[in-house]
Protein backbone atom coordinates (compact mmCIF):
# COMPACT_ATOMS: atom_id res chain seq x y z
CA UNK A 1 0.00 0.00 0.00
CA UNK A 2 2.77 2.52 0.90
CA UNK A 3 4.22 1.84 -2.40
CA UNK A 4 1.05 2.41 -4.67
CA UNK A 5 0.85 5.81 -2.45
CA UNK A 6 4.33 6.72 -2.94
CA UNK A 7 4.54 5.83 -6.54
CA UNK A 8 0.93 8.19 -6.96
CA UNK A 9 3.15 11.33 -4.54
CA UNK A 10 6.37 11.04 -7.13
CA UNK A 11 3.77 10.85 -10.34
CA UNK A 12 2.21 13.88 -8.71
CA UNK A 13 5.35 16.12 -8.05
CA UNK A 14 6.88 14.88 -11.35
CA UNK A 15 3.88 15.84 -13.89
CA UNK A 16 4.81 19.71 -15.84
CA UNK A 17 2.51 22.26 -14.11
CA UNK A 18 2.28 23.00 -17.90
CA UNK A 19 -0.09 19.87 -18.25
CA UNK A 20 -1.96 20.41 -15.33
CA UNK A 21 -5.21 22.36 -15.08
CA UNK A 22 -5.56 23.81 -12.55
CA UNK A 23 -2.35 24.27 -10.26
CA UNK A 24 -1.99 22.03 -6.75
CA UNK A 25 -3.23 24.11 -3.95
CA UNK A 26 -0.56 24.48 -1.13
CA UNK A 27 -2.20 22.29 1.24
CA UNK A 28 -2.29 19.46 -1.67
CA UNK A 29 1.36 20.29 -2.24
CA UNK A 30 2.40 19.61 1.50
CA UNK A 31 0.04 16.53 1.46
CA UNK A 32 2.34 14.76 -0.53
CA UNK A 33 5.50 16.05 0.84
CA UNK A 34 4.14 14.30 4.02
CA UNK A 35 3.27 11.25 2.48
CA UNK A 36 6.74 11.28 0.72
CA UNK A 37 8.35 12.00 3.70
CA UNK A 38 6.51 9.33 5.26
CA UNK A 39 6.90 6.56 2.83
CA UNK A 40 11.10 7.16 2.65
CA UNK A 41 11.30 6.74 6.37
CA UNK A 42 9.30 3.63 6.07
CA UNK A 43 12.31 2.30 3.76
CA UNK A 44 14.59 2.20 6.70
CA UNK A 45 17.97 3.41 7.21
CA UNK A 46 20.07 4.80 4.64
CA UNK A 47 22.98 2.20 3.25
CA UNK A 48 26.23 3.68 2.64
CA UNK A 49 29.13 2.20 0.74
CA UNK A 50 31.66 3.17 3.52
CA UNK A 51 32.06 5.26 6.65
CA UNK A 52 35.57 7.51 7.21
CA UNK A 53 37.21 7.41 10.41
CA UNK A 54 35.98 10.30 11.55
CA UNK A 55 32.48 8.80 11.19
CA UNK A 56 33.55 5.19 12.64
CA UNK A 57 35.08 7.05 15.56
CA UNK A 58 32.03 9.48 16.56
CA UNK A 59 30.00 5.95 16.34
CA UNK A 60 31.89 4.40 18.78
CA UNK A 61 31.88 6.89 21.32
CA UNK A 62 27.89 7.37 21.12
CA UNK A 63 28.08 3.73 21.68
CA UNK A 64 29.67 4.39 24.71
CA UNK A 65 33.06 2.96 23.92
CA UNK A 66 36.62 4.08 25.68
CA UNK A 67 39.24 5.40 24.75
CA UNK A 68 38.42 5.49 21.30
CA UNK A 69 41.82 6.43 19.83
CA UNK A 70 42.04 7.23 15.58
CA UNK A 71 45.71 5.95 14.26
CA UNK A 72 47.56 6.53 11.33
CA UNK A 73 47.22 3.38 10.05
CA UNK A 74 43.58 3.61 9.15
CA UNK A 75 42.32 2.11 12.54
CA UNK A 76 40.32 3.05 15.55
CA UNK A 77 41.75 1.37 19.07
CA UNK A 78 39.07 1.17 21.11
CA UNK A 79 38.20 -0.32 24.83
CA UNK A 80 35.18 -2.44 26.41
CA UNK A 81 34.85 -3.09 29.89
CA UNK A 82 38.90 -3.09 30.23
CA UNK A 83 39.67 -4.71 26.91
CA UNK A 84 41.64 -2.98 23.61
CA UNK A 85 39.98 -3.70 20.25
CA UNK A 86 41.26 -2.80 16.68
CA UNK A 87 38.75 -1.38 14.14
CA UNK A 88 40.32 -1.58 10.60
CA UNK A 89 39.06 0.21 8.10
CA UNK A 90 40.07 -0.57 4.32
CA UNK A 91 40.07 1.37 0.92
CA UNK A 92 37.01 -0.62 -0.09
CA UNK A 93 34.89 0.21 3.14
CA UNK A 94 35.29 -2.83 4.67
CA UNK A 95 35.49 -3.64 8.33
CA UNK A 96 37.55 -5.57 10.60
CA UNK A 97 37.69 -6.20 14.01
CA UNK A 98 40.74 -7.28 16.07
CA UNK A 99 41.42 -8.34 19.74
CA UNK A 100 44.80 -9.82 20.19
CA UNK A 101 45.98 -11.68 23.64
CA UNK A 102 49.59 -12.10 23.98
CA UNK A 103 51.15 -14.71 26.75
CA UNK A 104 49.07 -17.40 26.04
CA UNK A 105 50.02 -20.53 23.61
CA UNK A 106 47.51 -21.88 22.34
CA UNK A 107 48.60 -25.57 19.68
CA UNK A 108 47.33 -25.28 16.39
CA UNK A 109 44.89 -28.30 17.01
CA UNK A 110 43.31 -26.22 19.66
CA UNK A 111 42.74 -22.70 16.99
CA UNK A 112 41.53 -25.29 14.74
CA UNK A 113 38.57 -26.50 17.21
CA UNK A 114 37.61 -23.09 17.72
CA UNK A 115 37.51 -22.16 13.85
CA UNK A 116 35.99 -25.32 13.34
CA UNK A 117 33.12 -25.32 16.18
CA UNK A 118 32.41 -21.18 15.78
CA UNK A 119 30.98 -18.84 13.62
CA UNK A 120 31.11 -15.03 13.15
CA UNK A 121 34.90 -15.07 13.79
CA UNK A 122 38.74 -16.14 12.62
CA UNK A 123 41.21 -17.74 14.88
CA UNK A 124 44.76 -17.48 14.55
CA UNK A 125 48.50 -17.29 15.41
CA UNK A 126 49.96 -14.08 14.93
CA UNK A 127 53.61 -13.33 14.11
CA UNK A 128 54.92 -13.83 17.85
CA UNK A 129 52.49 -17.40 17.78
CA UNK A 130 50.34 -15.00 20.06
CA UNK A 131 46.32 -15.81 19.76
CA UNK A 132 43.95 -13.10 17.78
CA UNK A 133 40.40 -13.19 16.76
CA UNK A 134 39.07 -11.45 14.10
CA UNK A 135 35.80 -10.85 12.17
CA UNK A 136 34.99 -9.01 9.19
CA UNK A 137 31.80 -7.05 8.07
CA UNK A 138 31.81 -6.33 3.80
CA UNK A 139 30.89 -3.02 2.79
CA UNK A 140 29.85 -3.94 -0.68
CA UNK A 141 25.77 -4.98 -0.23
CA UNK A 142 25.72 -1.74 2.09
CA UNK A 143 26.69 -0.62 5.47
CA UNK A 144 24.84 1.90 7.81
CA UNK A 145 25.04 2.99 11.57
CA UNK A 146 22.64 0.22 12.66
CA UNK A 147 24.87 -2.22 10.96
CA UNK A 148 28.07 -1.25 11.97
CA UNK A 149 26.98 -1.31 15.33
CA UNK A 150 25.59 -4.75 15.95
CA UNK A 151 28.72 -6.13 14.21
CA UNK A 152 31.22 -4.35 16.71
CA UNK A 153 28.42 -5.41 20.16
CA UNK A 154 28.58 -9.03 18.88
CA UNK A 155 32.35 -9.38 18.65
CA UNK A 156 32.68 -7.36 21.84
CA UNK A 157 30.13 -8.87 23.98
CA UNK A 158 29.72 -11.89 22.58
CA UNK A 159 33.04 -13.60 20.65
CA UNK A 160 35.66 -11.95 22.40
CA UNK A 161 34.51 -13.17 25.59
CA UNK A 162 33.91 -16.51 24.03
CA UNK A 163 37.67 -16.62 22.89
CA UNK A 164 39.09 -15.62 26.15
CA UNK A 165 37.11 -18.38 27.86
CA UNK A 166 38.08 -20.88 25.10
CA UNK A 167 41.93 -19.53 25.56
CA UNK A 168 41.66 -19.86 29.49
CA UNK A 169 40.67 -23.43 29.12
CA UNK A 170 42.62 -24.93 25.88
CA UNK A 171 46.19 -22.68 26.49
CA UNK A 172 49.02 -23.76 26.98
Wanted: glycine share 6%.
Amino acid sequence: MMCKRLFLVLAFLLVPMSQVSAAPSKTQVNAALEVLQEAVKSMGPTLVSRFSLAELEQLLKQQGYKEVKVRESGSIVFNHDGTNYVLQLYDDGDLQLYFGVSGIRLTASAMNEWNRTKRLSRAYLDSDDDPGLEADLMANGGINEEIVSEFIKVFVNTSAPAFENFLRENGV
